[in-house]
Structures are given as structure tokens and as C-alpha cells.
């Protein structure tokens, strides 16, 4: 099993990533990505829901479930605004 898929699969078990972490030598790169991403993402003012998620789960214990949710609730648009397409 990859590093990524050990970390996903222990927070589904209920595990935080803080006990994931403690517990292993290694930490998966999808991990830093995750961070990474979400602070440029921020720092650009990008719309990156679901980026935006898996920070979520990974670094404010939001249960994936409730990040699943809102996700499924957002209301369907392109992928690029209406003026950048002109």
C-alpha cells in the first residue's frame, strides 16, 4: 500500500492525522501537497473546493463525511468564470 493510501485509510478508521503522524517514521507527500495547495490557493483567492476538503479532513479533523456533503451541495458551474472565457 502507498504512503497516501495508509494515511487515508487510518483517518477513515477514525485516527487523526496527529496520531498518524506519531505513529510512523514517514509521512505521505500527499500530506505537505494538501497544506501547500491550500495556502496558495488562499494566498491567490482561488475557488478549489475540493482541495479546500481535503485540507479539511486532514488539518481541522472535519469528518469526511460533513466535507462530502457540502461538496455534493454546491451548486454545478463550469470549471472557468463566464469572463474568462471572453
Known amino acids: 500500500m502507498s504512503r497516501n493510501f495508509t494515511v487515508g485509510a487510518r483517518m477513515a478508521k477514525g485516527e487523526t492525522l496527529e496520531e498518524v503522524k506519531a505513529s510512523t517514521n514517514s509521512i505521505a507527500e500527499g500530506v505537505f501537497t494538501a497544506w501547500s495547495i491550500h495556502q496558495m490557493s488562499v ?44
Do not use: H, W
Open 43 to 86: 494566498k491567490l483567492g482561488l475557488d478549489m473546493p475540493i482541495c479546500s476538503a481535503v485540507y479539511s479532513v486532514l488539518y481541522e479533523n472535519v469528518p469526511f463525511l460533513t466535507v462530502l456533503k457540502a461538496l455534493q451541495k454546491r451548486p454545478l458551474r463550469g470549471e472557468r468564470d463566464e469572463e474568462e472565457e471572453e
